[in-house]
């Protein structure tokens, strides 16, 4: 939102800043213009001293308002520490002190226009000069192949001793980005350890849920539970027993980018409503909960993970078993289901 | 006293006949050139404030329970790097000045090296004898993004963990060393090992910026050796600069600039409230926000990403690419890959031109370089727009899905369009030898009594004809250019 609000005030700004120096370059362009004698050739070296009694006086008051706004500052930071009034301070200080140097060196100090020649790169003989003495620090080298042969394999061998604790940075990648809290038997609770009810959802609301007792932070700890009416399920065969009376539950971490997947969808009336869905506000991936978070929408290329349901005898929700996929961003190798 | 001190300096080091130079190093005017100079001073304060705000910042992922003073927050649980930014921001006096200035200042940097760029690429500047300075600067680009990225990413409010975890999933997406190379950046799975906050800190304030400053100071002298380049006028030749000379009148203009840079940051910082991480909340794997938008200079990435077909090739029901790959890393690889072979793709088939050039370019005069510039620059602004189109949903219930279907096609035909349009547009202008924003210069044409034709009168803005004709030896250039 500020985002957008903050380019449209830049572009605003900038905007006005053309059209003022637009004007004003029409203004002082024109007169000129009007008169039939062709534009100066400018001499090499000209020096305008200007008469500036007012000008002088101008930048010394503009340099005393510098000053003030200065103390200001210092005064405003003991008495009244205000974001506003301190950047409003400070601000006009440096503004002051611009205004006086931009006057200066427009009106008190000679103008001057001044024509300098550019300089030549090249010397041919220089350029000779070096390459012959490049080639004379191998001068009596018999076996030059060799010697380059044999630096190449210190180069080698040196460069990736160097480099290697690099590899020290992260750990292997191995199994890591595959693993998660999830097994059969493992409760899920809400963002206060609390075990959820089936009943806690109504139809076509959703909700944050975790692995009990597992790290919330982890990318295969969070889901989404949605709650749809069980007829609207279009879940593939062997998945028929995940859903717990229309519950259903998925990765909340997006399988494009890895943004939590935080927007959820419900058809307030269904005709002109959209089908249920949830979307990641990253970039607008948009998963069909009833037909197994198939990608709709969006730049996502495969579904959210999906997670198996079942209750206990109290009506609590537990996972029947792992995710259907690794969770989490996609990478190279990633199995799709 | 001057006297002295220069003698003093010079006795010991040498440096008169250096200083004589610097005094009368000449600066051409034109209003265009102080862009740059706004990207390197926008860098200084962001090197002041920055120093500042490490003085404060932890760079620890432990969580803490918050009892700050910002009063909706307390009692939640977040982490110390979190409650730091909260603590400059609430508790520290001008902390948030600082902050906000520094915000502010990262987004003018880059807003001011594109312009600077922009400004390179359409008058041929890059061209010989200056191209390793071009590559230089479009490097400093390069840095800059990442550089400003992981500043916002510091704070770990939700809005930067969101981003992290797309950077994270950009880095998975590599193909082949995806997997490897993320594990090393952020030592192991979102939201990254303990240390991961440190490391990003080391990269921000030490690594980054010492490599901009050190690039920017070889650009600086780069430029001191080869003098600046200038528009064709009267008096200006390929072998002269024609300007204001550095001591007193560029000096004190420059410096003038300096501080009204500096003035409008601090009237910013103090006054528009930017990225307001209070109101974003503490960052958890599991937590995200509709309208979360990146600072304005990675919006063309989210676009890129947004806009991205559902595209990810597999064999055997496991992935190749996955599809984050095409949009975060390829497509900036690509511009960025544009920018620096521009200069030999243009020397090699557009213009086969090796020699020397210290006058620029107006774009018309080059119509296939601006035409292909115009298209890029439309591609990624397209991409870059698109990146926000979700507000166009939310704010004028223009449908989403409709408006990205719409422009995954309009991305390729109206960057092509363009091309042709300006290619066209400028090849009209260089014979017309007119001026685009200056006057008119057709004619009336009225039937004679004869029953033929005939222009009417003399064309409105006779004097922009005259002007173009008497600079015509130097390459036809404007009086306006001169003001």
């Given amino acids: 939102m500020s985002g957008l609000r903050r380019a449209l005030t830049a572009i605003g700004r900038f905007a006005a800043f ?156 191995g199994d890591r980005i595959r693993k998660t809290p999830w097994r059969a038997g493992r409760y899920l609770v809400d963002a206060e350890d ?7 959802l109504d139809v076509g609301s959703f909700m944050l849920a975790f692995p009990e007792g597992a790290d919330k932070e982890l990318l295969g700890s969070s889901i989404n539970i949605v709650r749809l009416r069980p007829q609207e399920l279009d879940l593939p065969r062997e998945r028929a027993g995940w859903a717990v009376e229309g519950v259903v539950a998925y990765s909340r971490i997006c399988t494009h980018a890895g943004c939590a997947v935080s927007l959820f969808r419900y058809p307030t009336y269904e005709r002109t409503s959209s089908a249920p869905a949830l979307v990641c506000p990253c970039h607008y991936s948009t ?26 005898a109290a009506r609590h929700l537990l996972a029947a078993g792992g995710y259907s996929g690794p969770p989490g961003p996609a990478y190279p190798r990633v199995r799709l289901q | 006293m001057t006297r002295r001190l220069v003698r003093f300096l010079d006795e010991r080091v040498g440096v008169a006949p250096l200083l004589r130079k610097g005094l009368r190093y000449v600066f051409p005017d034109h209003w265009s050139f102080m862009v740059g100079e706004i990207a390197l001073y926008a860098f200084m304060i962001l090197v002041a404030t ?60 880059v807003a001011a090296i594109v312009l600077h760029a922009l400004r390179i690429f359409f008058t041929g500047a890059f061209r010989k004898p200056r191209e390793i300075n071009y590559w230089i600067g479009i490097t400093m680009l ?52 303990p240390e991961f906050f440190s490391r990003m800190l080391v990269l921000h304030v030490l690594i980054i910026p010492v490599a901009i400053g050190a690039l920017l100071t070889v650009h600086l002298m780069t430029i001191m050796r080869q003098h600046h380049t200038q528009f064709a006028g009267p008096g200006r030749t390929e072998r002269n600069v024609v300007g204001t000379p550095m001591w007193p009148g560029y000096l004190l ?73 095409w949009g975060g890393a390829l497509f900036p690889l690509v511009v960025f890959g544009f920018l620096y072979l521009w200069p030999f793709i243009e020397r090699r088939w557009i213009t086969r031109d090796h020699g020397r050039h210290e006058l620029l370019d107006r774009p018309r005069d080059n119509p296939t370089r601006t035409a292909v510039g115009a298209a890029v620059l439309a591609w990624v602004s397209i991409i870059f727009v698109v990146g926000s189109f979700d507000r166009l949903y939310l704010r004028l219930d223009v449908p989403y899905e409709g408006q990205v279907w719409f422009w995954r096609f309009a991305v390729i035909v109206v960057p092509v369009a363009i091309f042709f349009i300006t290619r066209a547009v400028c090849r009209e202008l260089k014979a017309g030898g007119t001026h685009p924003l200056r006057g008119w210069s057709g004619g009336v044409v009225a039937r004679t009594a004869s029953g033929g034709y005939a222009v009417q009168g003399e064309p409105a803005a006779k004097g922009d004809e005259r002007e173009v004709a008497a600079h015509a030896p130097d390459g036809g250039n404007d009086a306006g250019d001169r003001a």
């Fill in chain 1, 18 to 173: 053309v059209l003022l120096f637009l004007i004003g370059r029409r203004r002082r362009g024109r007169p000129g213009r009007v008169s039939d004698e062709p534009p100066p050739v400018p001499g090499p070296h000209e020096r305008e001293v200007p008469s500036g009694r007012r000008a002088e006086t101008l930048v010394a008051a503009m340099l005393v308002v510098c000053g003030l706004c200065g103390g200001a500052f210092v005064a405003l930071y003991f008495a009244y520490d205000d974001t506003q009034l301190l950047g409003l301070s400070l601000g006009l200080a440096f503004a002051a002190l611009a205004a006086a140097l931009v006057v200066a060196g427009k009106a008190v100090i000679p103008q001057e226009t001044y024509t300098e020649e550019r300089e030549d790169f090249g010397d041919e003989e220089v350029r000779e000069e070096i390459e012959s003495l490049v080639h004379e620090g191998g001068e009596g080298l018999s076996r030059r192949g060799m010697l380059l042969a044999a630096g190449g394999v210190a180069a080698t061998g040196l460069g990736a001793a160097v480099v290697w604790p690099v590899a020290s940075l992260g750990p292997s990648v």
């Fill in chain 1, 194 to 200: 609390r075990r959820i009810l089936v009943d806690d």
């Fill in chain 1, 287 to 312: 998963f069909d909960p009833r037909r197994a978070c198939k990608v709709v929408f969006g730049p996502a290329g495969r579904p959210l993970p999906q997670l198996p349901l079942r209750m206990d």
């Fill in chain 2, 50 to 109: 920055g120093i500042y705000l490490t003085l404060f910042y932890v760079p620890s992922h432990e969580q803490v329970v918050y009892h700050g003073g910002y009063g909706p927050l307390q009692g939640m649980e977040m982490t110390k790097a979190y409650q730091s930014v909260l603590d400059i921001s609430f508790n520290i006096p001008a902390g948030l000045l600082i902050r906000q200035v520094h915000h502010w200042a990262a987004d003018v940097f």
């Fill in chain 2, 142 to 193: 390069a840095l800059a993004l990442p550089e400003g990225f992981l500043g916002y990413s510091l704070a770990d409010d939700l809005l930067s963990g969101m981003g992290l975890a797309i950077a994270y999933g950009v880095f998975l997406s590599i193909p082949v060393i995806g997997g490897f190379a993320t594990f090393l950046g952020f030592g192991g799975e979102l939201p990254g090992a």
């Fill in chain 2, 253 to 325: 203009r420059s410096l003038g600039l300096l501080f009204a840079v500096a003035a409008v940051l601090f009237l910013l910082g103090g006054l528009v409230q930017v990225n307001p991480i209070w109101e974003w909340g503490p960052y958890h794997v599991y937590s995200g926000t509709n309208g979360a938008q990146p600072d304005w200079y990675l919006g063309w990435l989210i676009g890129g990403l947004r806009l991205m077909f559902p595209f990810e090739p597999h064999i055997a029901g496991y992935t190749l690419v996955p599809n984050p790959f």
